[in-house]
C-alpha cells in the first residue's frame, strides 16, 4: 500500500495530486502513529465557504482524509497481528520446555528406580546368610579407599529409603508414647474415677468424658480469669492504701473520748482493715491460680491429673480461688464505703449500698441458675446435689467408665512395651505386620500394629 499522493499548487491556485510516490508503512506502530499524525495535520478544518483554509475542495479533502484513516486502522491491526503471534509464539516455547522437564524427571527416577531395584538384588545373592560378603560381578574385589564413599556412589535414592524407614520408627515411638501416657498408672485412681456419683463436682466425670487437654484448658482459663482481676483490684487497693484520702488521715478535730472522736477512729481502722483484707485475698486469690497452673505443668501422664483432682483436692483449689477473689470485692466495698461516709451519712451510705447489691445479686442469680441449670454437669445431670436432667436424659457414664477401664487394664501392658523387654513384647514387635511385608527398618509399622492390636 502507497503513501497518498502529494498536493501540488496549479497556476490557477487550486492544488493537484502529485505524481511522486509516498514512503513504505513502518514496521513499528510507533512510526505508524507518527505518520499518521503528519498525514491528518495536512488537513485543515472546511470554513464557511467550503473550502480548506489551504485551498482544497471538500470532496479532495474528504477523499484524502478517509485514504489516511483506512492507513492508520490497517497500521494498527498490523501491529495487533505482530504482538498477538509474538504471544503465540512464547507460549508454546514455554510448554515445549514443561514438557522436556517432566520427561528428563520422569526418566531420572525410572533409572533411580532400577539402580535400588539392582542393589538389593545383589545384597540378597551375593551377600550369604551367615557367611561374608562375596563381590559381585563386575564390582572391585578390594575394599574402596577414603575417596570412595559408600555415598560418593549412590544417587540418593538409598538415602532417601533409609530416612523413610527412620520416619516410620519414629511415628511407631510417638503412637507407643501417646498410649503410655493416657494409660500408664491409671489403675492407681480407677477406684476414684468409676465412683463419679460420689464427687462433690463433676471435674472428675469431665476428665473421663472430654479428656485432659480440654478440661484442663478450662481450668486454667477459669482460674487465670480470677487471677488477671485480683491483679486489677490488687493494683487499686495498693494505691488506696499507700495514699489514704486526706479525711481519713488529717487531725481529729472532735474532743478525745467523744463520740465523734470514736467514729472517726472507727472510720480510719474499717478503711485500712478492709481493704488490707482485700489486698490479702487477692494476693491470695492470684498464688492459688499461679500454684494450680504450675502443678498441672509438672504432671506427666493422665493418671497425674486424675490424681491431683482424687488426692489433691484440684477441685478445691479452683474454689478457693474463687472464694478469695469474692472476699476481696467484698472487703474492697466495705472499705469504699467507709471513705464516703466522710462526705454523706452511714445512714445514705448502707441503704445505697443494699439497694444496689439486692439489685446485682437478683440479675446475677437469675442468669447464672439458667446457665448452669441446662448446662452444668452438677446442676444439670446430678438429682443428689440439686440437678433437675430431663426424664429421658439420666446420669449414666457406662461408656466414658469403660474406655477408662480398658486404658486402666492396657496400663501394665503398655508400660512393658520397651525394645529387649519380656519375651511378650519382643514376639509382638518381631511378627510383621498385617498385609504387609516385613523389612528391616520397619519397626515402626509393627510398633503401630503393636499397639492396636492391645485396644
Given at each position: 500500500m502507497r503513501r497518498p499522493p502529494q498536493i501540488k499548487r496549479?497556476?490557477?491556485?487550486?492544488?493537484?495530486?502529485?505524481?511522486?510516490?509516498?514512503?513504505?508503512?513502518?514496521?513499528?506502530?510507533?512510526?505508524?502513529?507518527?505518520?499518521?499524525?503528519?498525514?491528518?495535520?495536512?488537513?485543515?478544518?472546511?470554513?464557511?465557504?467550503?473550502?480548506?483554509?489551504a485551498g482544497v475542495s471538500t470532496s479532495e479533502a474528504q477523499t484524502l482524509k478517509l485514504v489516511v484513516q483506512e492507513h492508520a486502522q490497517l497500521c494498527k491491526a498490523l501491529t495487533e497481528w505482530m504482538v498477538q503471534q509474538r504471544k503465540t509464539v512464547e507460549t508454546q516455547l514455554t510448554e515445549q520446555e514443561r514438557l522436556i522437564k517432566a520427561v528428563v524427571q520422569s526418566h531420572q527416577q525410572t533409572?533411580?528406580?532400577?539402580?535400588?531395584?539392582?542393589?538389593?538384588?545383589?545384597?540378597?545373592?551375593?551377600?550369604?546368610?551367615?557367611?561374608?560378603?562375596?563381590?559381585?560381578?563386575?564390582?572391585?574385589?578390594?575394599?574402596p579407599d577414603d575417596s570412595e564413599a559408600p555415598l560418593s556412589q549412590d544417587d540418593g535414592a538409598m538415602a532417601s529409603v533409609a530416612r523413610a524407614d527412620l520416619q516410620d520408627v519414629f511415628n511407631g515411638d510417638e503412637a507407643l508414647l501417646d498410649n503410655w501416657r493416657r494409660c500408664s498408672g491409671l489403675q492407681t485412681v480407677e477406684k476414684w474415677v468409676l465412683n463419679y456419683r460420689e464427687h462433690p463436682a463433676g471435674w472428675g466425670a469431665l476428665l473421663m468424658i472430654q479428656g485432659i487437654p480440654e478440661v484442663t484448658a478450662r481450668l486454667r482459663n477459669k482460674v487465670?480469669?480470677?487471677?488477671?482481676?485480683?491483679?486489677?483490684?490488687?493494683?487499686?487497693?495498693?494505691?488506696?492504701?499507700?495514699?489514704?484520702?486526706?479525711?481519713?488521715?488529717?487531725?481529729?478535730?472532735?474532743?478525745?473520748w467523744t463520740s465523734d472522736w470514736w467514729e472517726s477512729h472507727l472510720r480510719r481502722r474499717i478503711y485500712f482493715y478492709s481493704f488490707g483484707i482485700g489486698l490479702a485475698s487477692h494476693m491470695l486469690s492470684i498464688l492459688l491460680a499461679m500454684a494450680f497452673c504450675n502443678a498441672l505443668n509438672e504432671?506427666?501422664?493422665?493418671?497425674?491429673?486424675f490424681r491431683i483432682f482424687a488426692r489433691g483436692e484440684g477441685f478445691i483449689a479452683t474454689v478457693r480461688t474463687q472464694l478469695s477473689f469474692d472476699i476481696g470485692c467484698i472487703a474492697d466495698i466495705i472499705g469504699i464505703m467507709v471513705a464516703v461516709t466522710n462526705y454523706i451519712t452511714w445512714?445514705?451510705?448502707?441503704?445505697?449500698?443494699?439497694?444496689?447489691?439486692?439489685?446485682?445479686?437478683?440479675?446475677?442469680?437469675?442468669?447464672?441458675?439458667?446457665?448452669?441449670?441446662?448446662?452444668?454437669?452438677?446442676?444439670?445431670?446430678?438429682?443428689?446435689?440439686?440437678?433437675?436432667?430431663?426424664?429421658?436424659?439420666?446420669?449414666?457414664?457406662?461408656?466414658?467408665?469403660?474406655?477408662?477401664r480398658r486404658r486402666a487394664a492396657a496400663s501394665g501392658t503398655v508400660s512393658k512395651m520397651v525394645v529387649g523387654g519380656s519375651p511378650e513384647w519382643r514376639n509382638i514387635m518381631q511378627a510383621p505386620a498385617p498385609q504387609q511385608q516385613h523389612r528391616p527398618g520397619r519397626s515402626g509399622v509393627t510398633g503401630r500394629a503393636a499397639v492396636a492390636a492391645i485396644f
Open positions: 496549479s497556476s490557477t491556485g487550486s492544488l493537484k495530486p502529485g505524481v511522486e510516490e509516498g514512503s513504505s508503512i513502518a514496521a513499528s506502530s510507533g512510526t505508524a502513529a507518527a505518520m499518521t499524525s503528519n498525514d491528518e495535520s495536512v488537513f485543515a478544518v472546511l470554513d464557511d465557504n467550503g473550502t480548506t483554509t533409572v533411580q528406580g532400577l539402580k535400588r531395584l539392582n542393589k538389593e538384588v545383589v545384597t540378597q545373592e551375593v551377600v550369604p546368610k551367615g557367611g561374608t560378603p562375596v563381590p559381585a560381578v563386575g564390582e572391585p574385589d578390594h575394599a487465670e480469669n480470677y487471677a488477671i482481676y485480683s491483679a486489677l483490684f490488687l493494683s487499686v487497693s495498693i494505691g488506696l492504701i499507700a495514699s489514704p484520702p486526706d479525711a481519713l488521715t488529717g487531725e481529729i478535730a472532735a474532743d478525745p504432671t506427666a501422664r493422665d493418671s497425674d491429673v445512714v445514705e451510705v448502707l441503704v445505697g449500698t443494699v439497694v444496689l447489691s439486692i439489685i446485682t445479686w437478683i440479675q446475677l442469680r437469675k442468669t447464672k441458675r439458667l446457665l448452669f441449670m441446662n448446662g452444668s454437669i452438677v446442676k444439670y445431670w446430678r438429682e443428689e446435689l440439686g440437678g433437675k436432667p430431663d426424664e429421658n436424659d439420666p446420669y449414666d457414664l457406662q461408656l466414658p467408665a469403660e474406655c477408662f
